[in-house]
């Protein structure tokens, strides 16, 4: 990060070049996770580090790491209206839902009107690297993205099962990913696994955009019906979690107009500063892999693995699948 004042001196402002655009930072030396001990005397070792613990991670790495991250990020963000989880403070600090755009936002970065019950929402959409940069300034820890994109906001192009399992425990979570990717396969319904960087796994269709939101959700709903009827002692759909009696939840309430789920690459609100990762087929099988095994430090190790690469770029249509998925309800 290159500092455009002497912020030494208390200023506490500096620059990052994104693209064609500088992007002002503001206290880039604010911790936004702090390190998990301290020193004996108080101080902290050289580069944030604390004696016998995790570095802090400050503004500046924030930053940094989705200036880092954007190539690998910005595609899965590209035209869809965003919901920011902002946390001005810190992890210690108050945490903002938004979903209209910052008072500051400035007039380069791209946005969109969306209605909602009773008028509109004008959400951010983060096309390039220099809105990336500019929502981490504004401690944008993470970004909670719509299924669908601000052109055709009714037809989403990506179908989510999010995994929620009963405890913190990665197991439940293993097993049902890769039952749940058989019965997609039966279904013709190539499928991609992203840790969610807390407890849980996404699995995730990439869609055409032929379908509407309700039809989405629906098949949605059958395929979780069949998956529970193919394990019932281990997985349920009960919304309740006093119904759930220990079992994993297949939540697919996020396929609807509006609602989001957290973006690739996000960094989540929790100690070390995790972030949901993309992963292949193969590592959800390995038994290191768990929703909270990359943070900011190495994620982007993985991300140069390109884990989806062996997932069809095009979505597909849910008409077939429906139709093989009928035969088996």
Not at 24 to 37: E, Q
Not at 91 to 110: C, E, H, T
Not at 111 to 121: F, P, Q
Request: hydrophobic share 35%; charged share 30%.
């Amino acid at each position: 990060m290159s500092a455009t004042g002497a912020d030494s001196a208390g200023t506490e402002e500096g620059s990052v070049r994104a693209g064609r655009r500088t992007v002002r930072i503001h206290r880039p030396r604010k911790v936004l996770f702090p390190g998990s001990a301290r020193s004996t005397d108080g101080g902290r070792t050289d580069g944030g580090r604390t004696d016998g613990g995790r570095a802090d991670v400050t503004k500046a790495d924030l930053v940094e790491y989705y200036r880092s991250v954007a190539r690998h990020m910005l595609p899965e963000l590209r035209g869809r209206p965003l919901m920011l989880e902002r946390h001005p403070d810190g992890l210690d600090g108050p945490r903002f839902m938004q979903k209209n755009i910052p008072g500051n936002y400035p007039d380069w970065a791209r946005r969109a009107e969306m209605a909602k019950k009773g008028g509109t929402v004008t959400h951010p959409v983060c096309d390039d690297t220099a809105t990336l940069v500019f929502l981490a300034d504004q401690a944008s820890v993470t970004f909670h993205r719509w299924l669908s994109r601000a052109d055709r906001p009714d037809h989403p192009d990506r179908l989510v099962f999010d995994l929620d399992p009963a405890r913190d425990d990665f197991e439940p979570v293993r097993a049902a990913a890769l039952l749940l990717r058989e019965l997609l396969d039966e279904l013709a319904l190539p499928a991609s696994a992203m840790t969610t960087g807390s407890k849980g796994l996404h699995v995730i269709v990439r869609l055409d955009r032929r379908t509407a939101f309700d039809e989405v959700r629906a098949f949605a709903m059958d395929v979780a019906r069949v998956l529970v009827a193919r394990d019932p002692d281990r997985l349920t759909t009960e919304q309740r979690t006093d119904a759930r009696a220990g079992r994993l939840y297949l939540d697919v309430q996020r396929n609807a107009y509006a609602q989001t789920a957290v973006a690739p690459y996000s960094v989540r609100p929790k100690e070390g500063a995790p972030v949901a990762t993309p992963i292949s087929w193969d590592q959800v099988k390995d038994p290191a892999v768990t929703a909270r095994r990359w943070t900011v430090t190495d994620v982007l190790e993985q991300a140069r693995t390109r884990p989806w690469s062996d997932v069809p770029a095009r979505g597909r249509s849910l008409a077939p699948a429906r139709r093989r998925l009928d035969a088996l309800l």
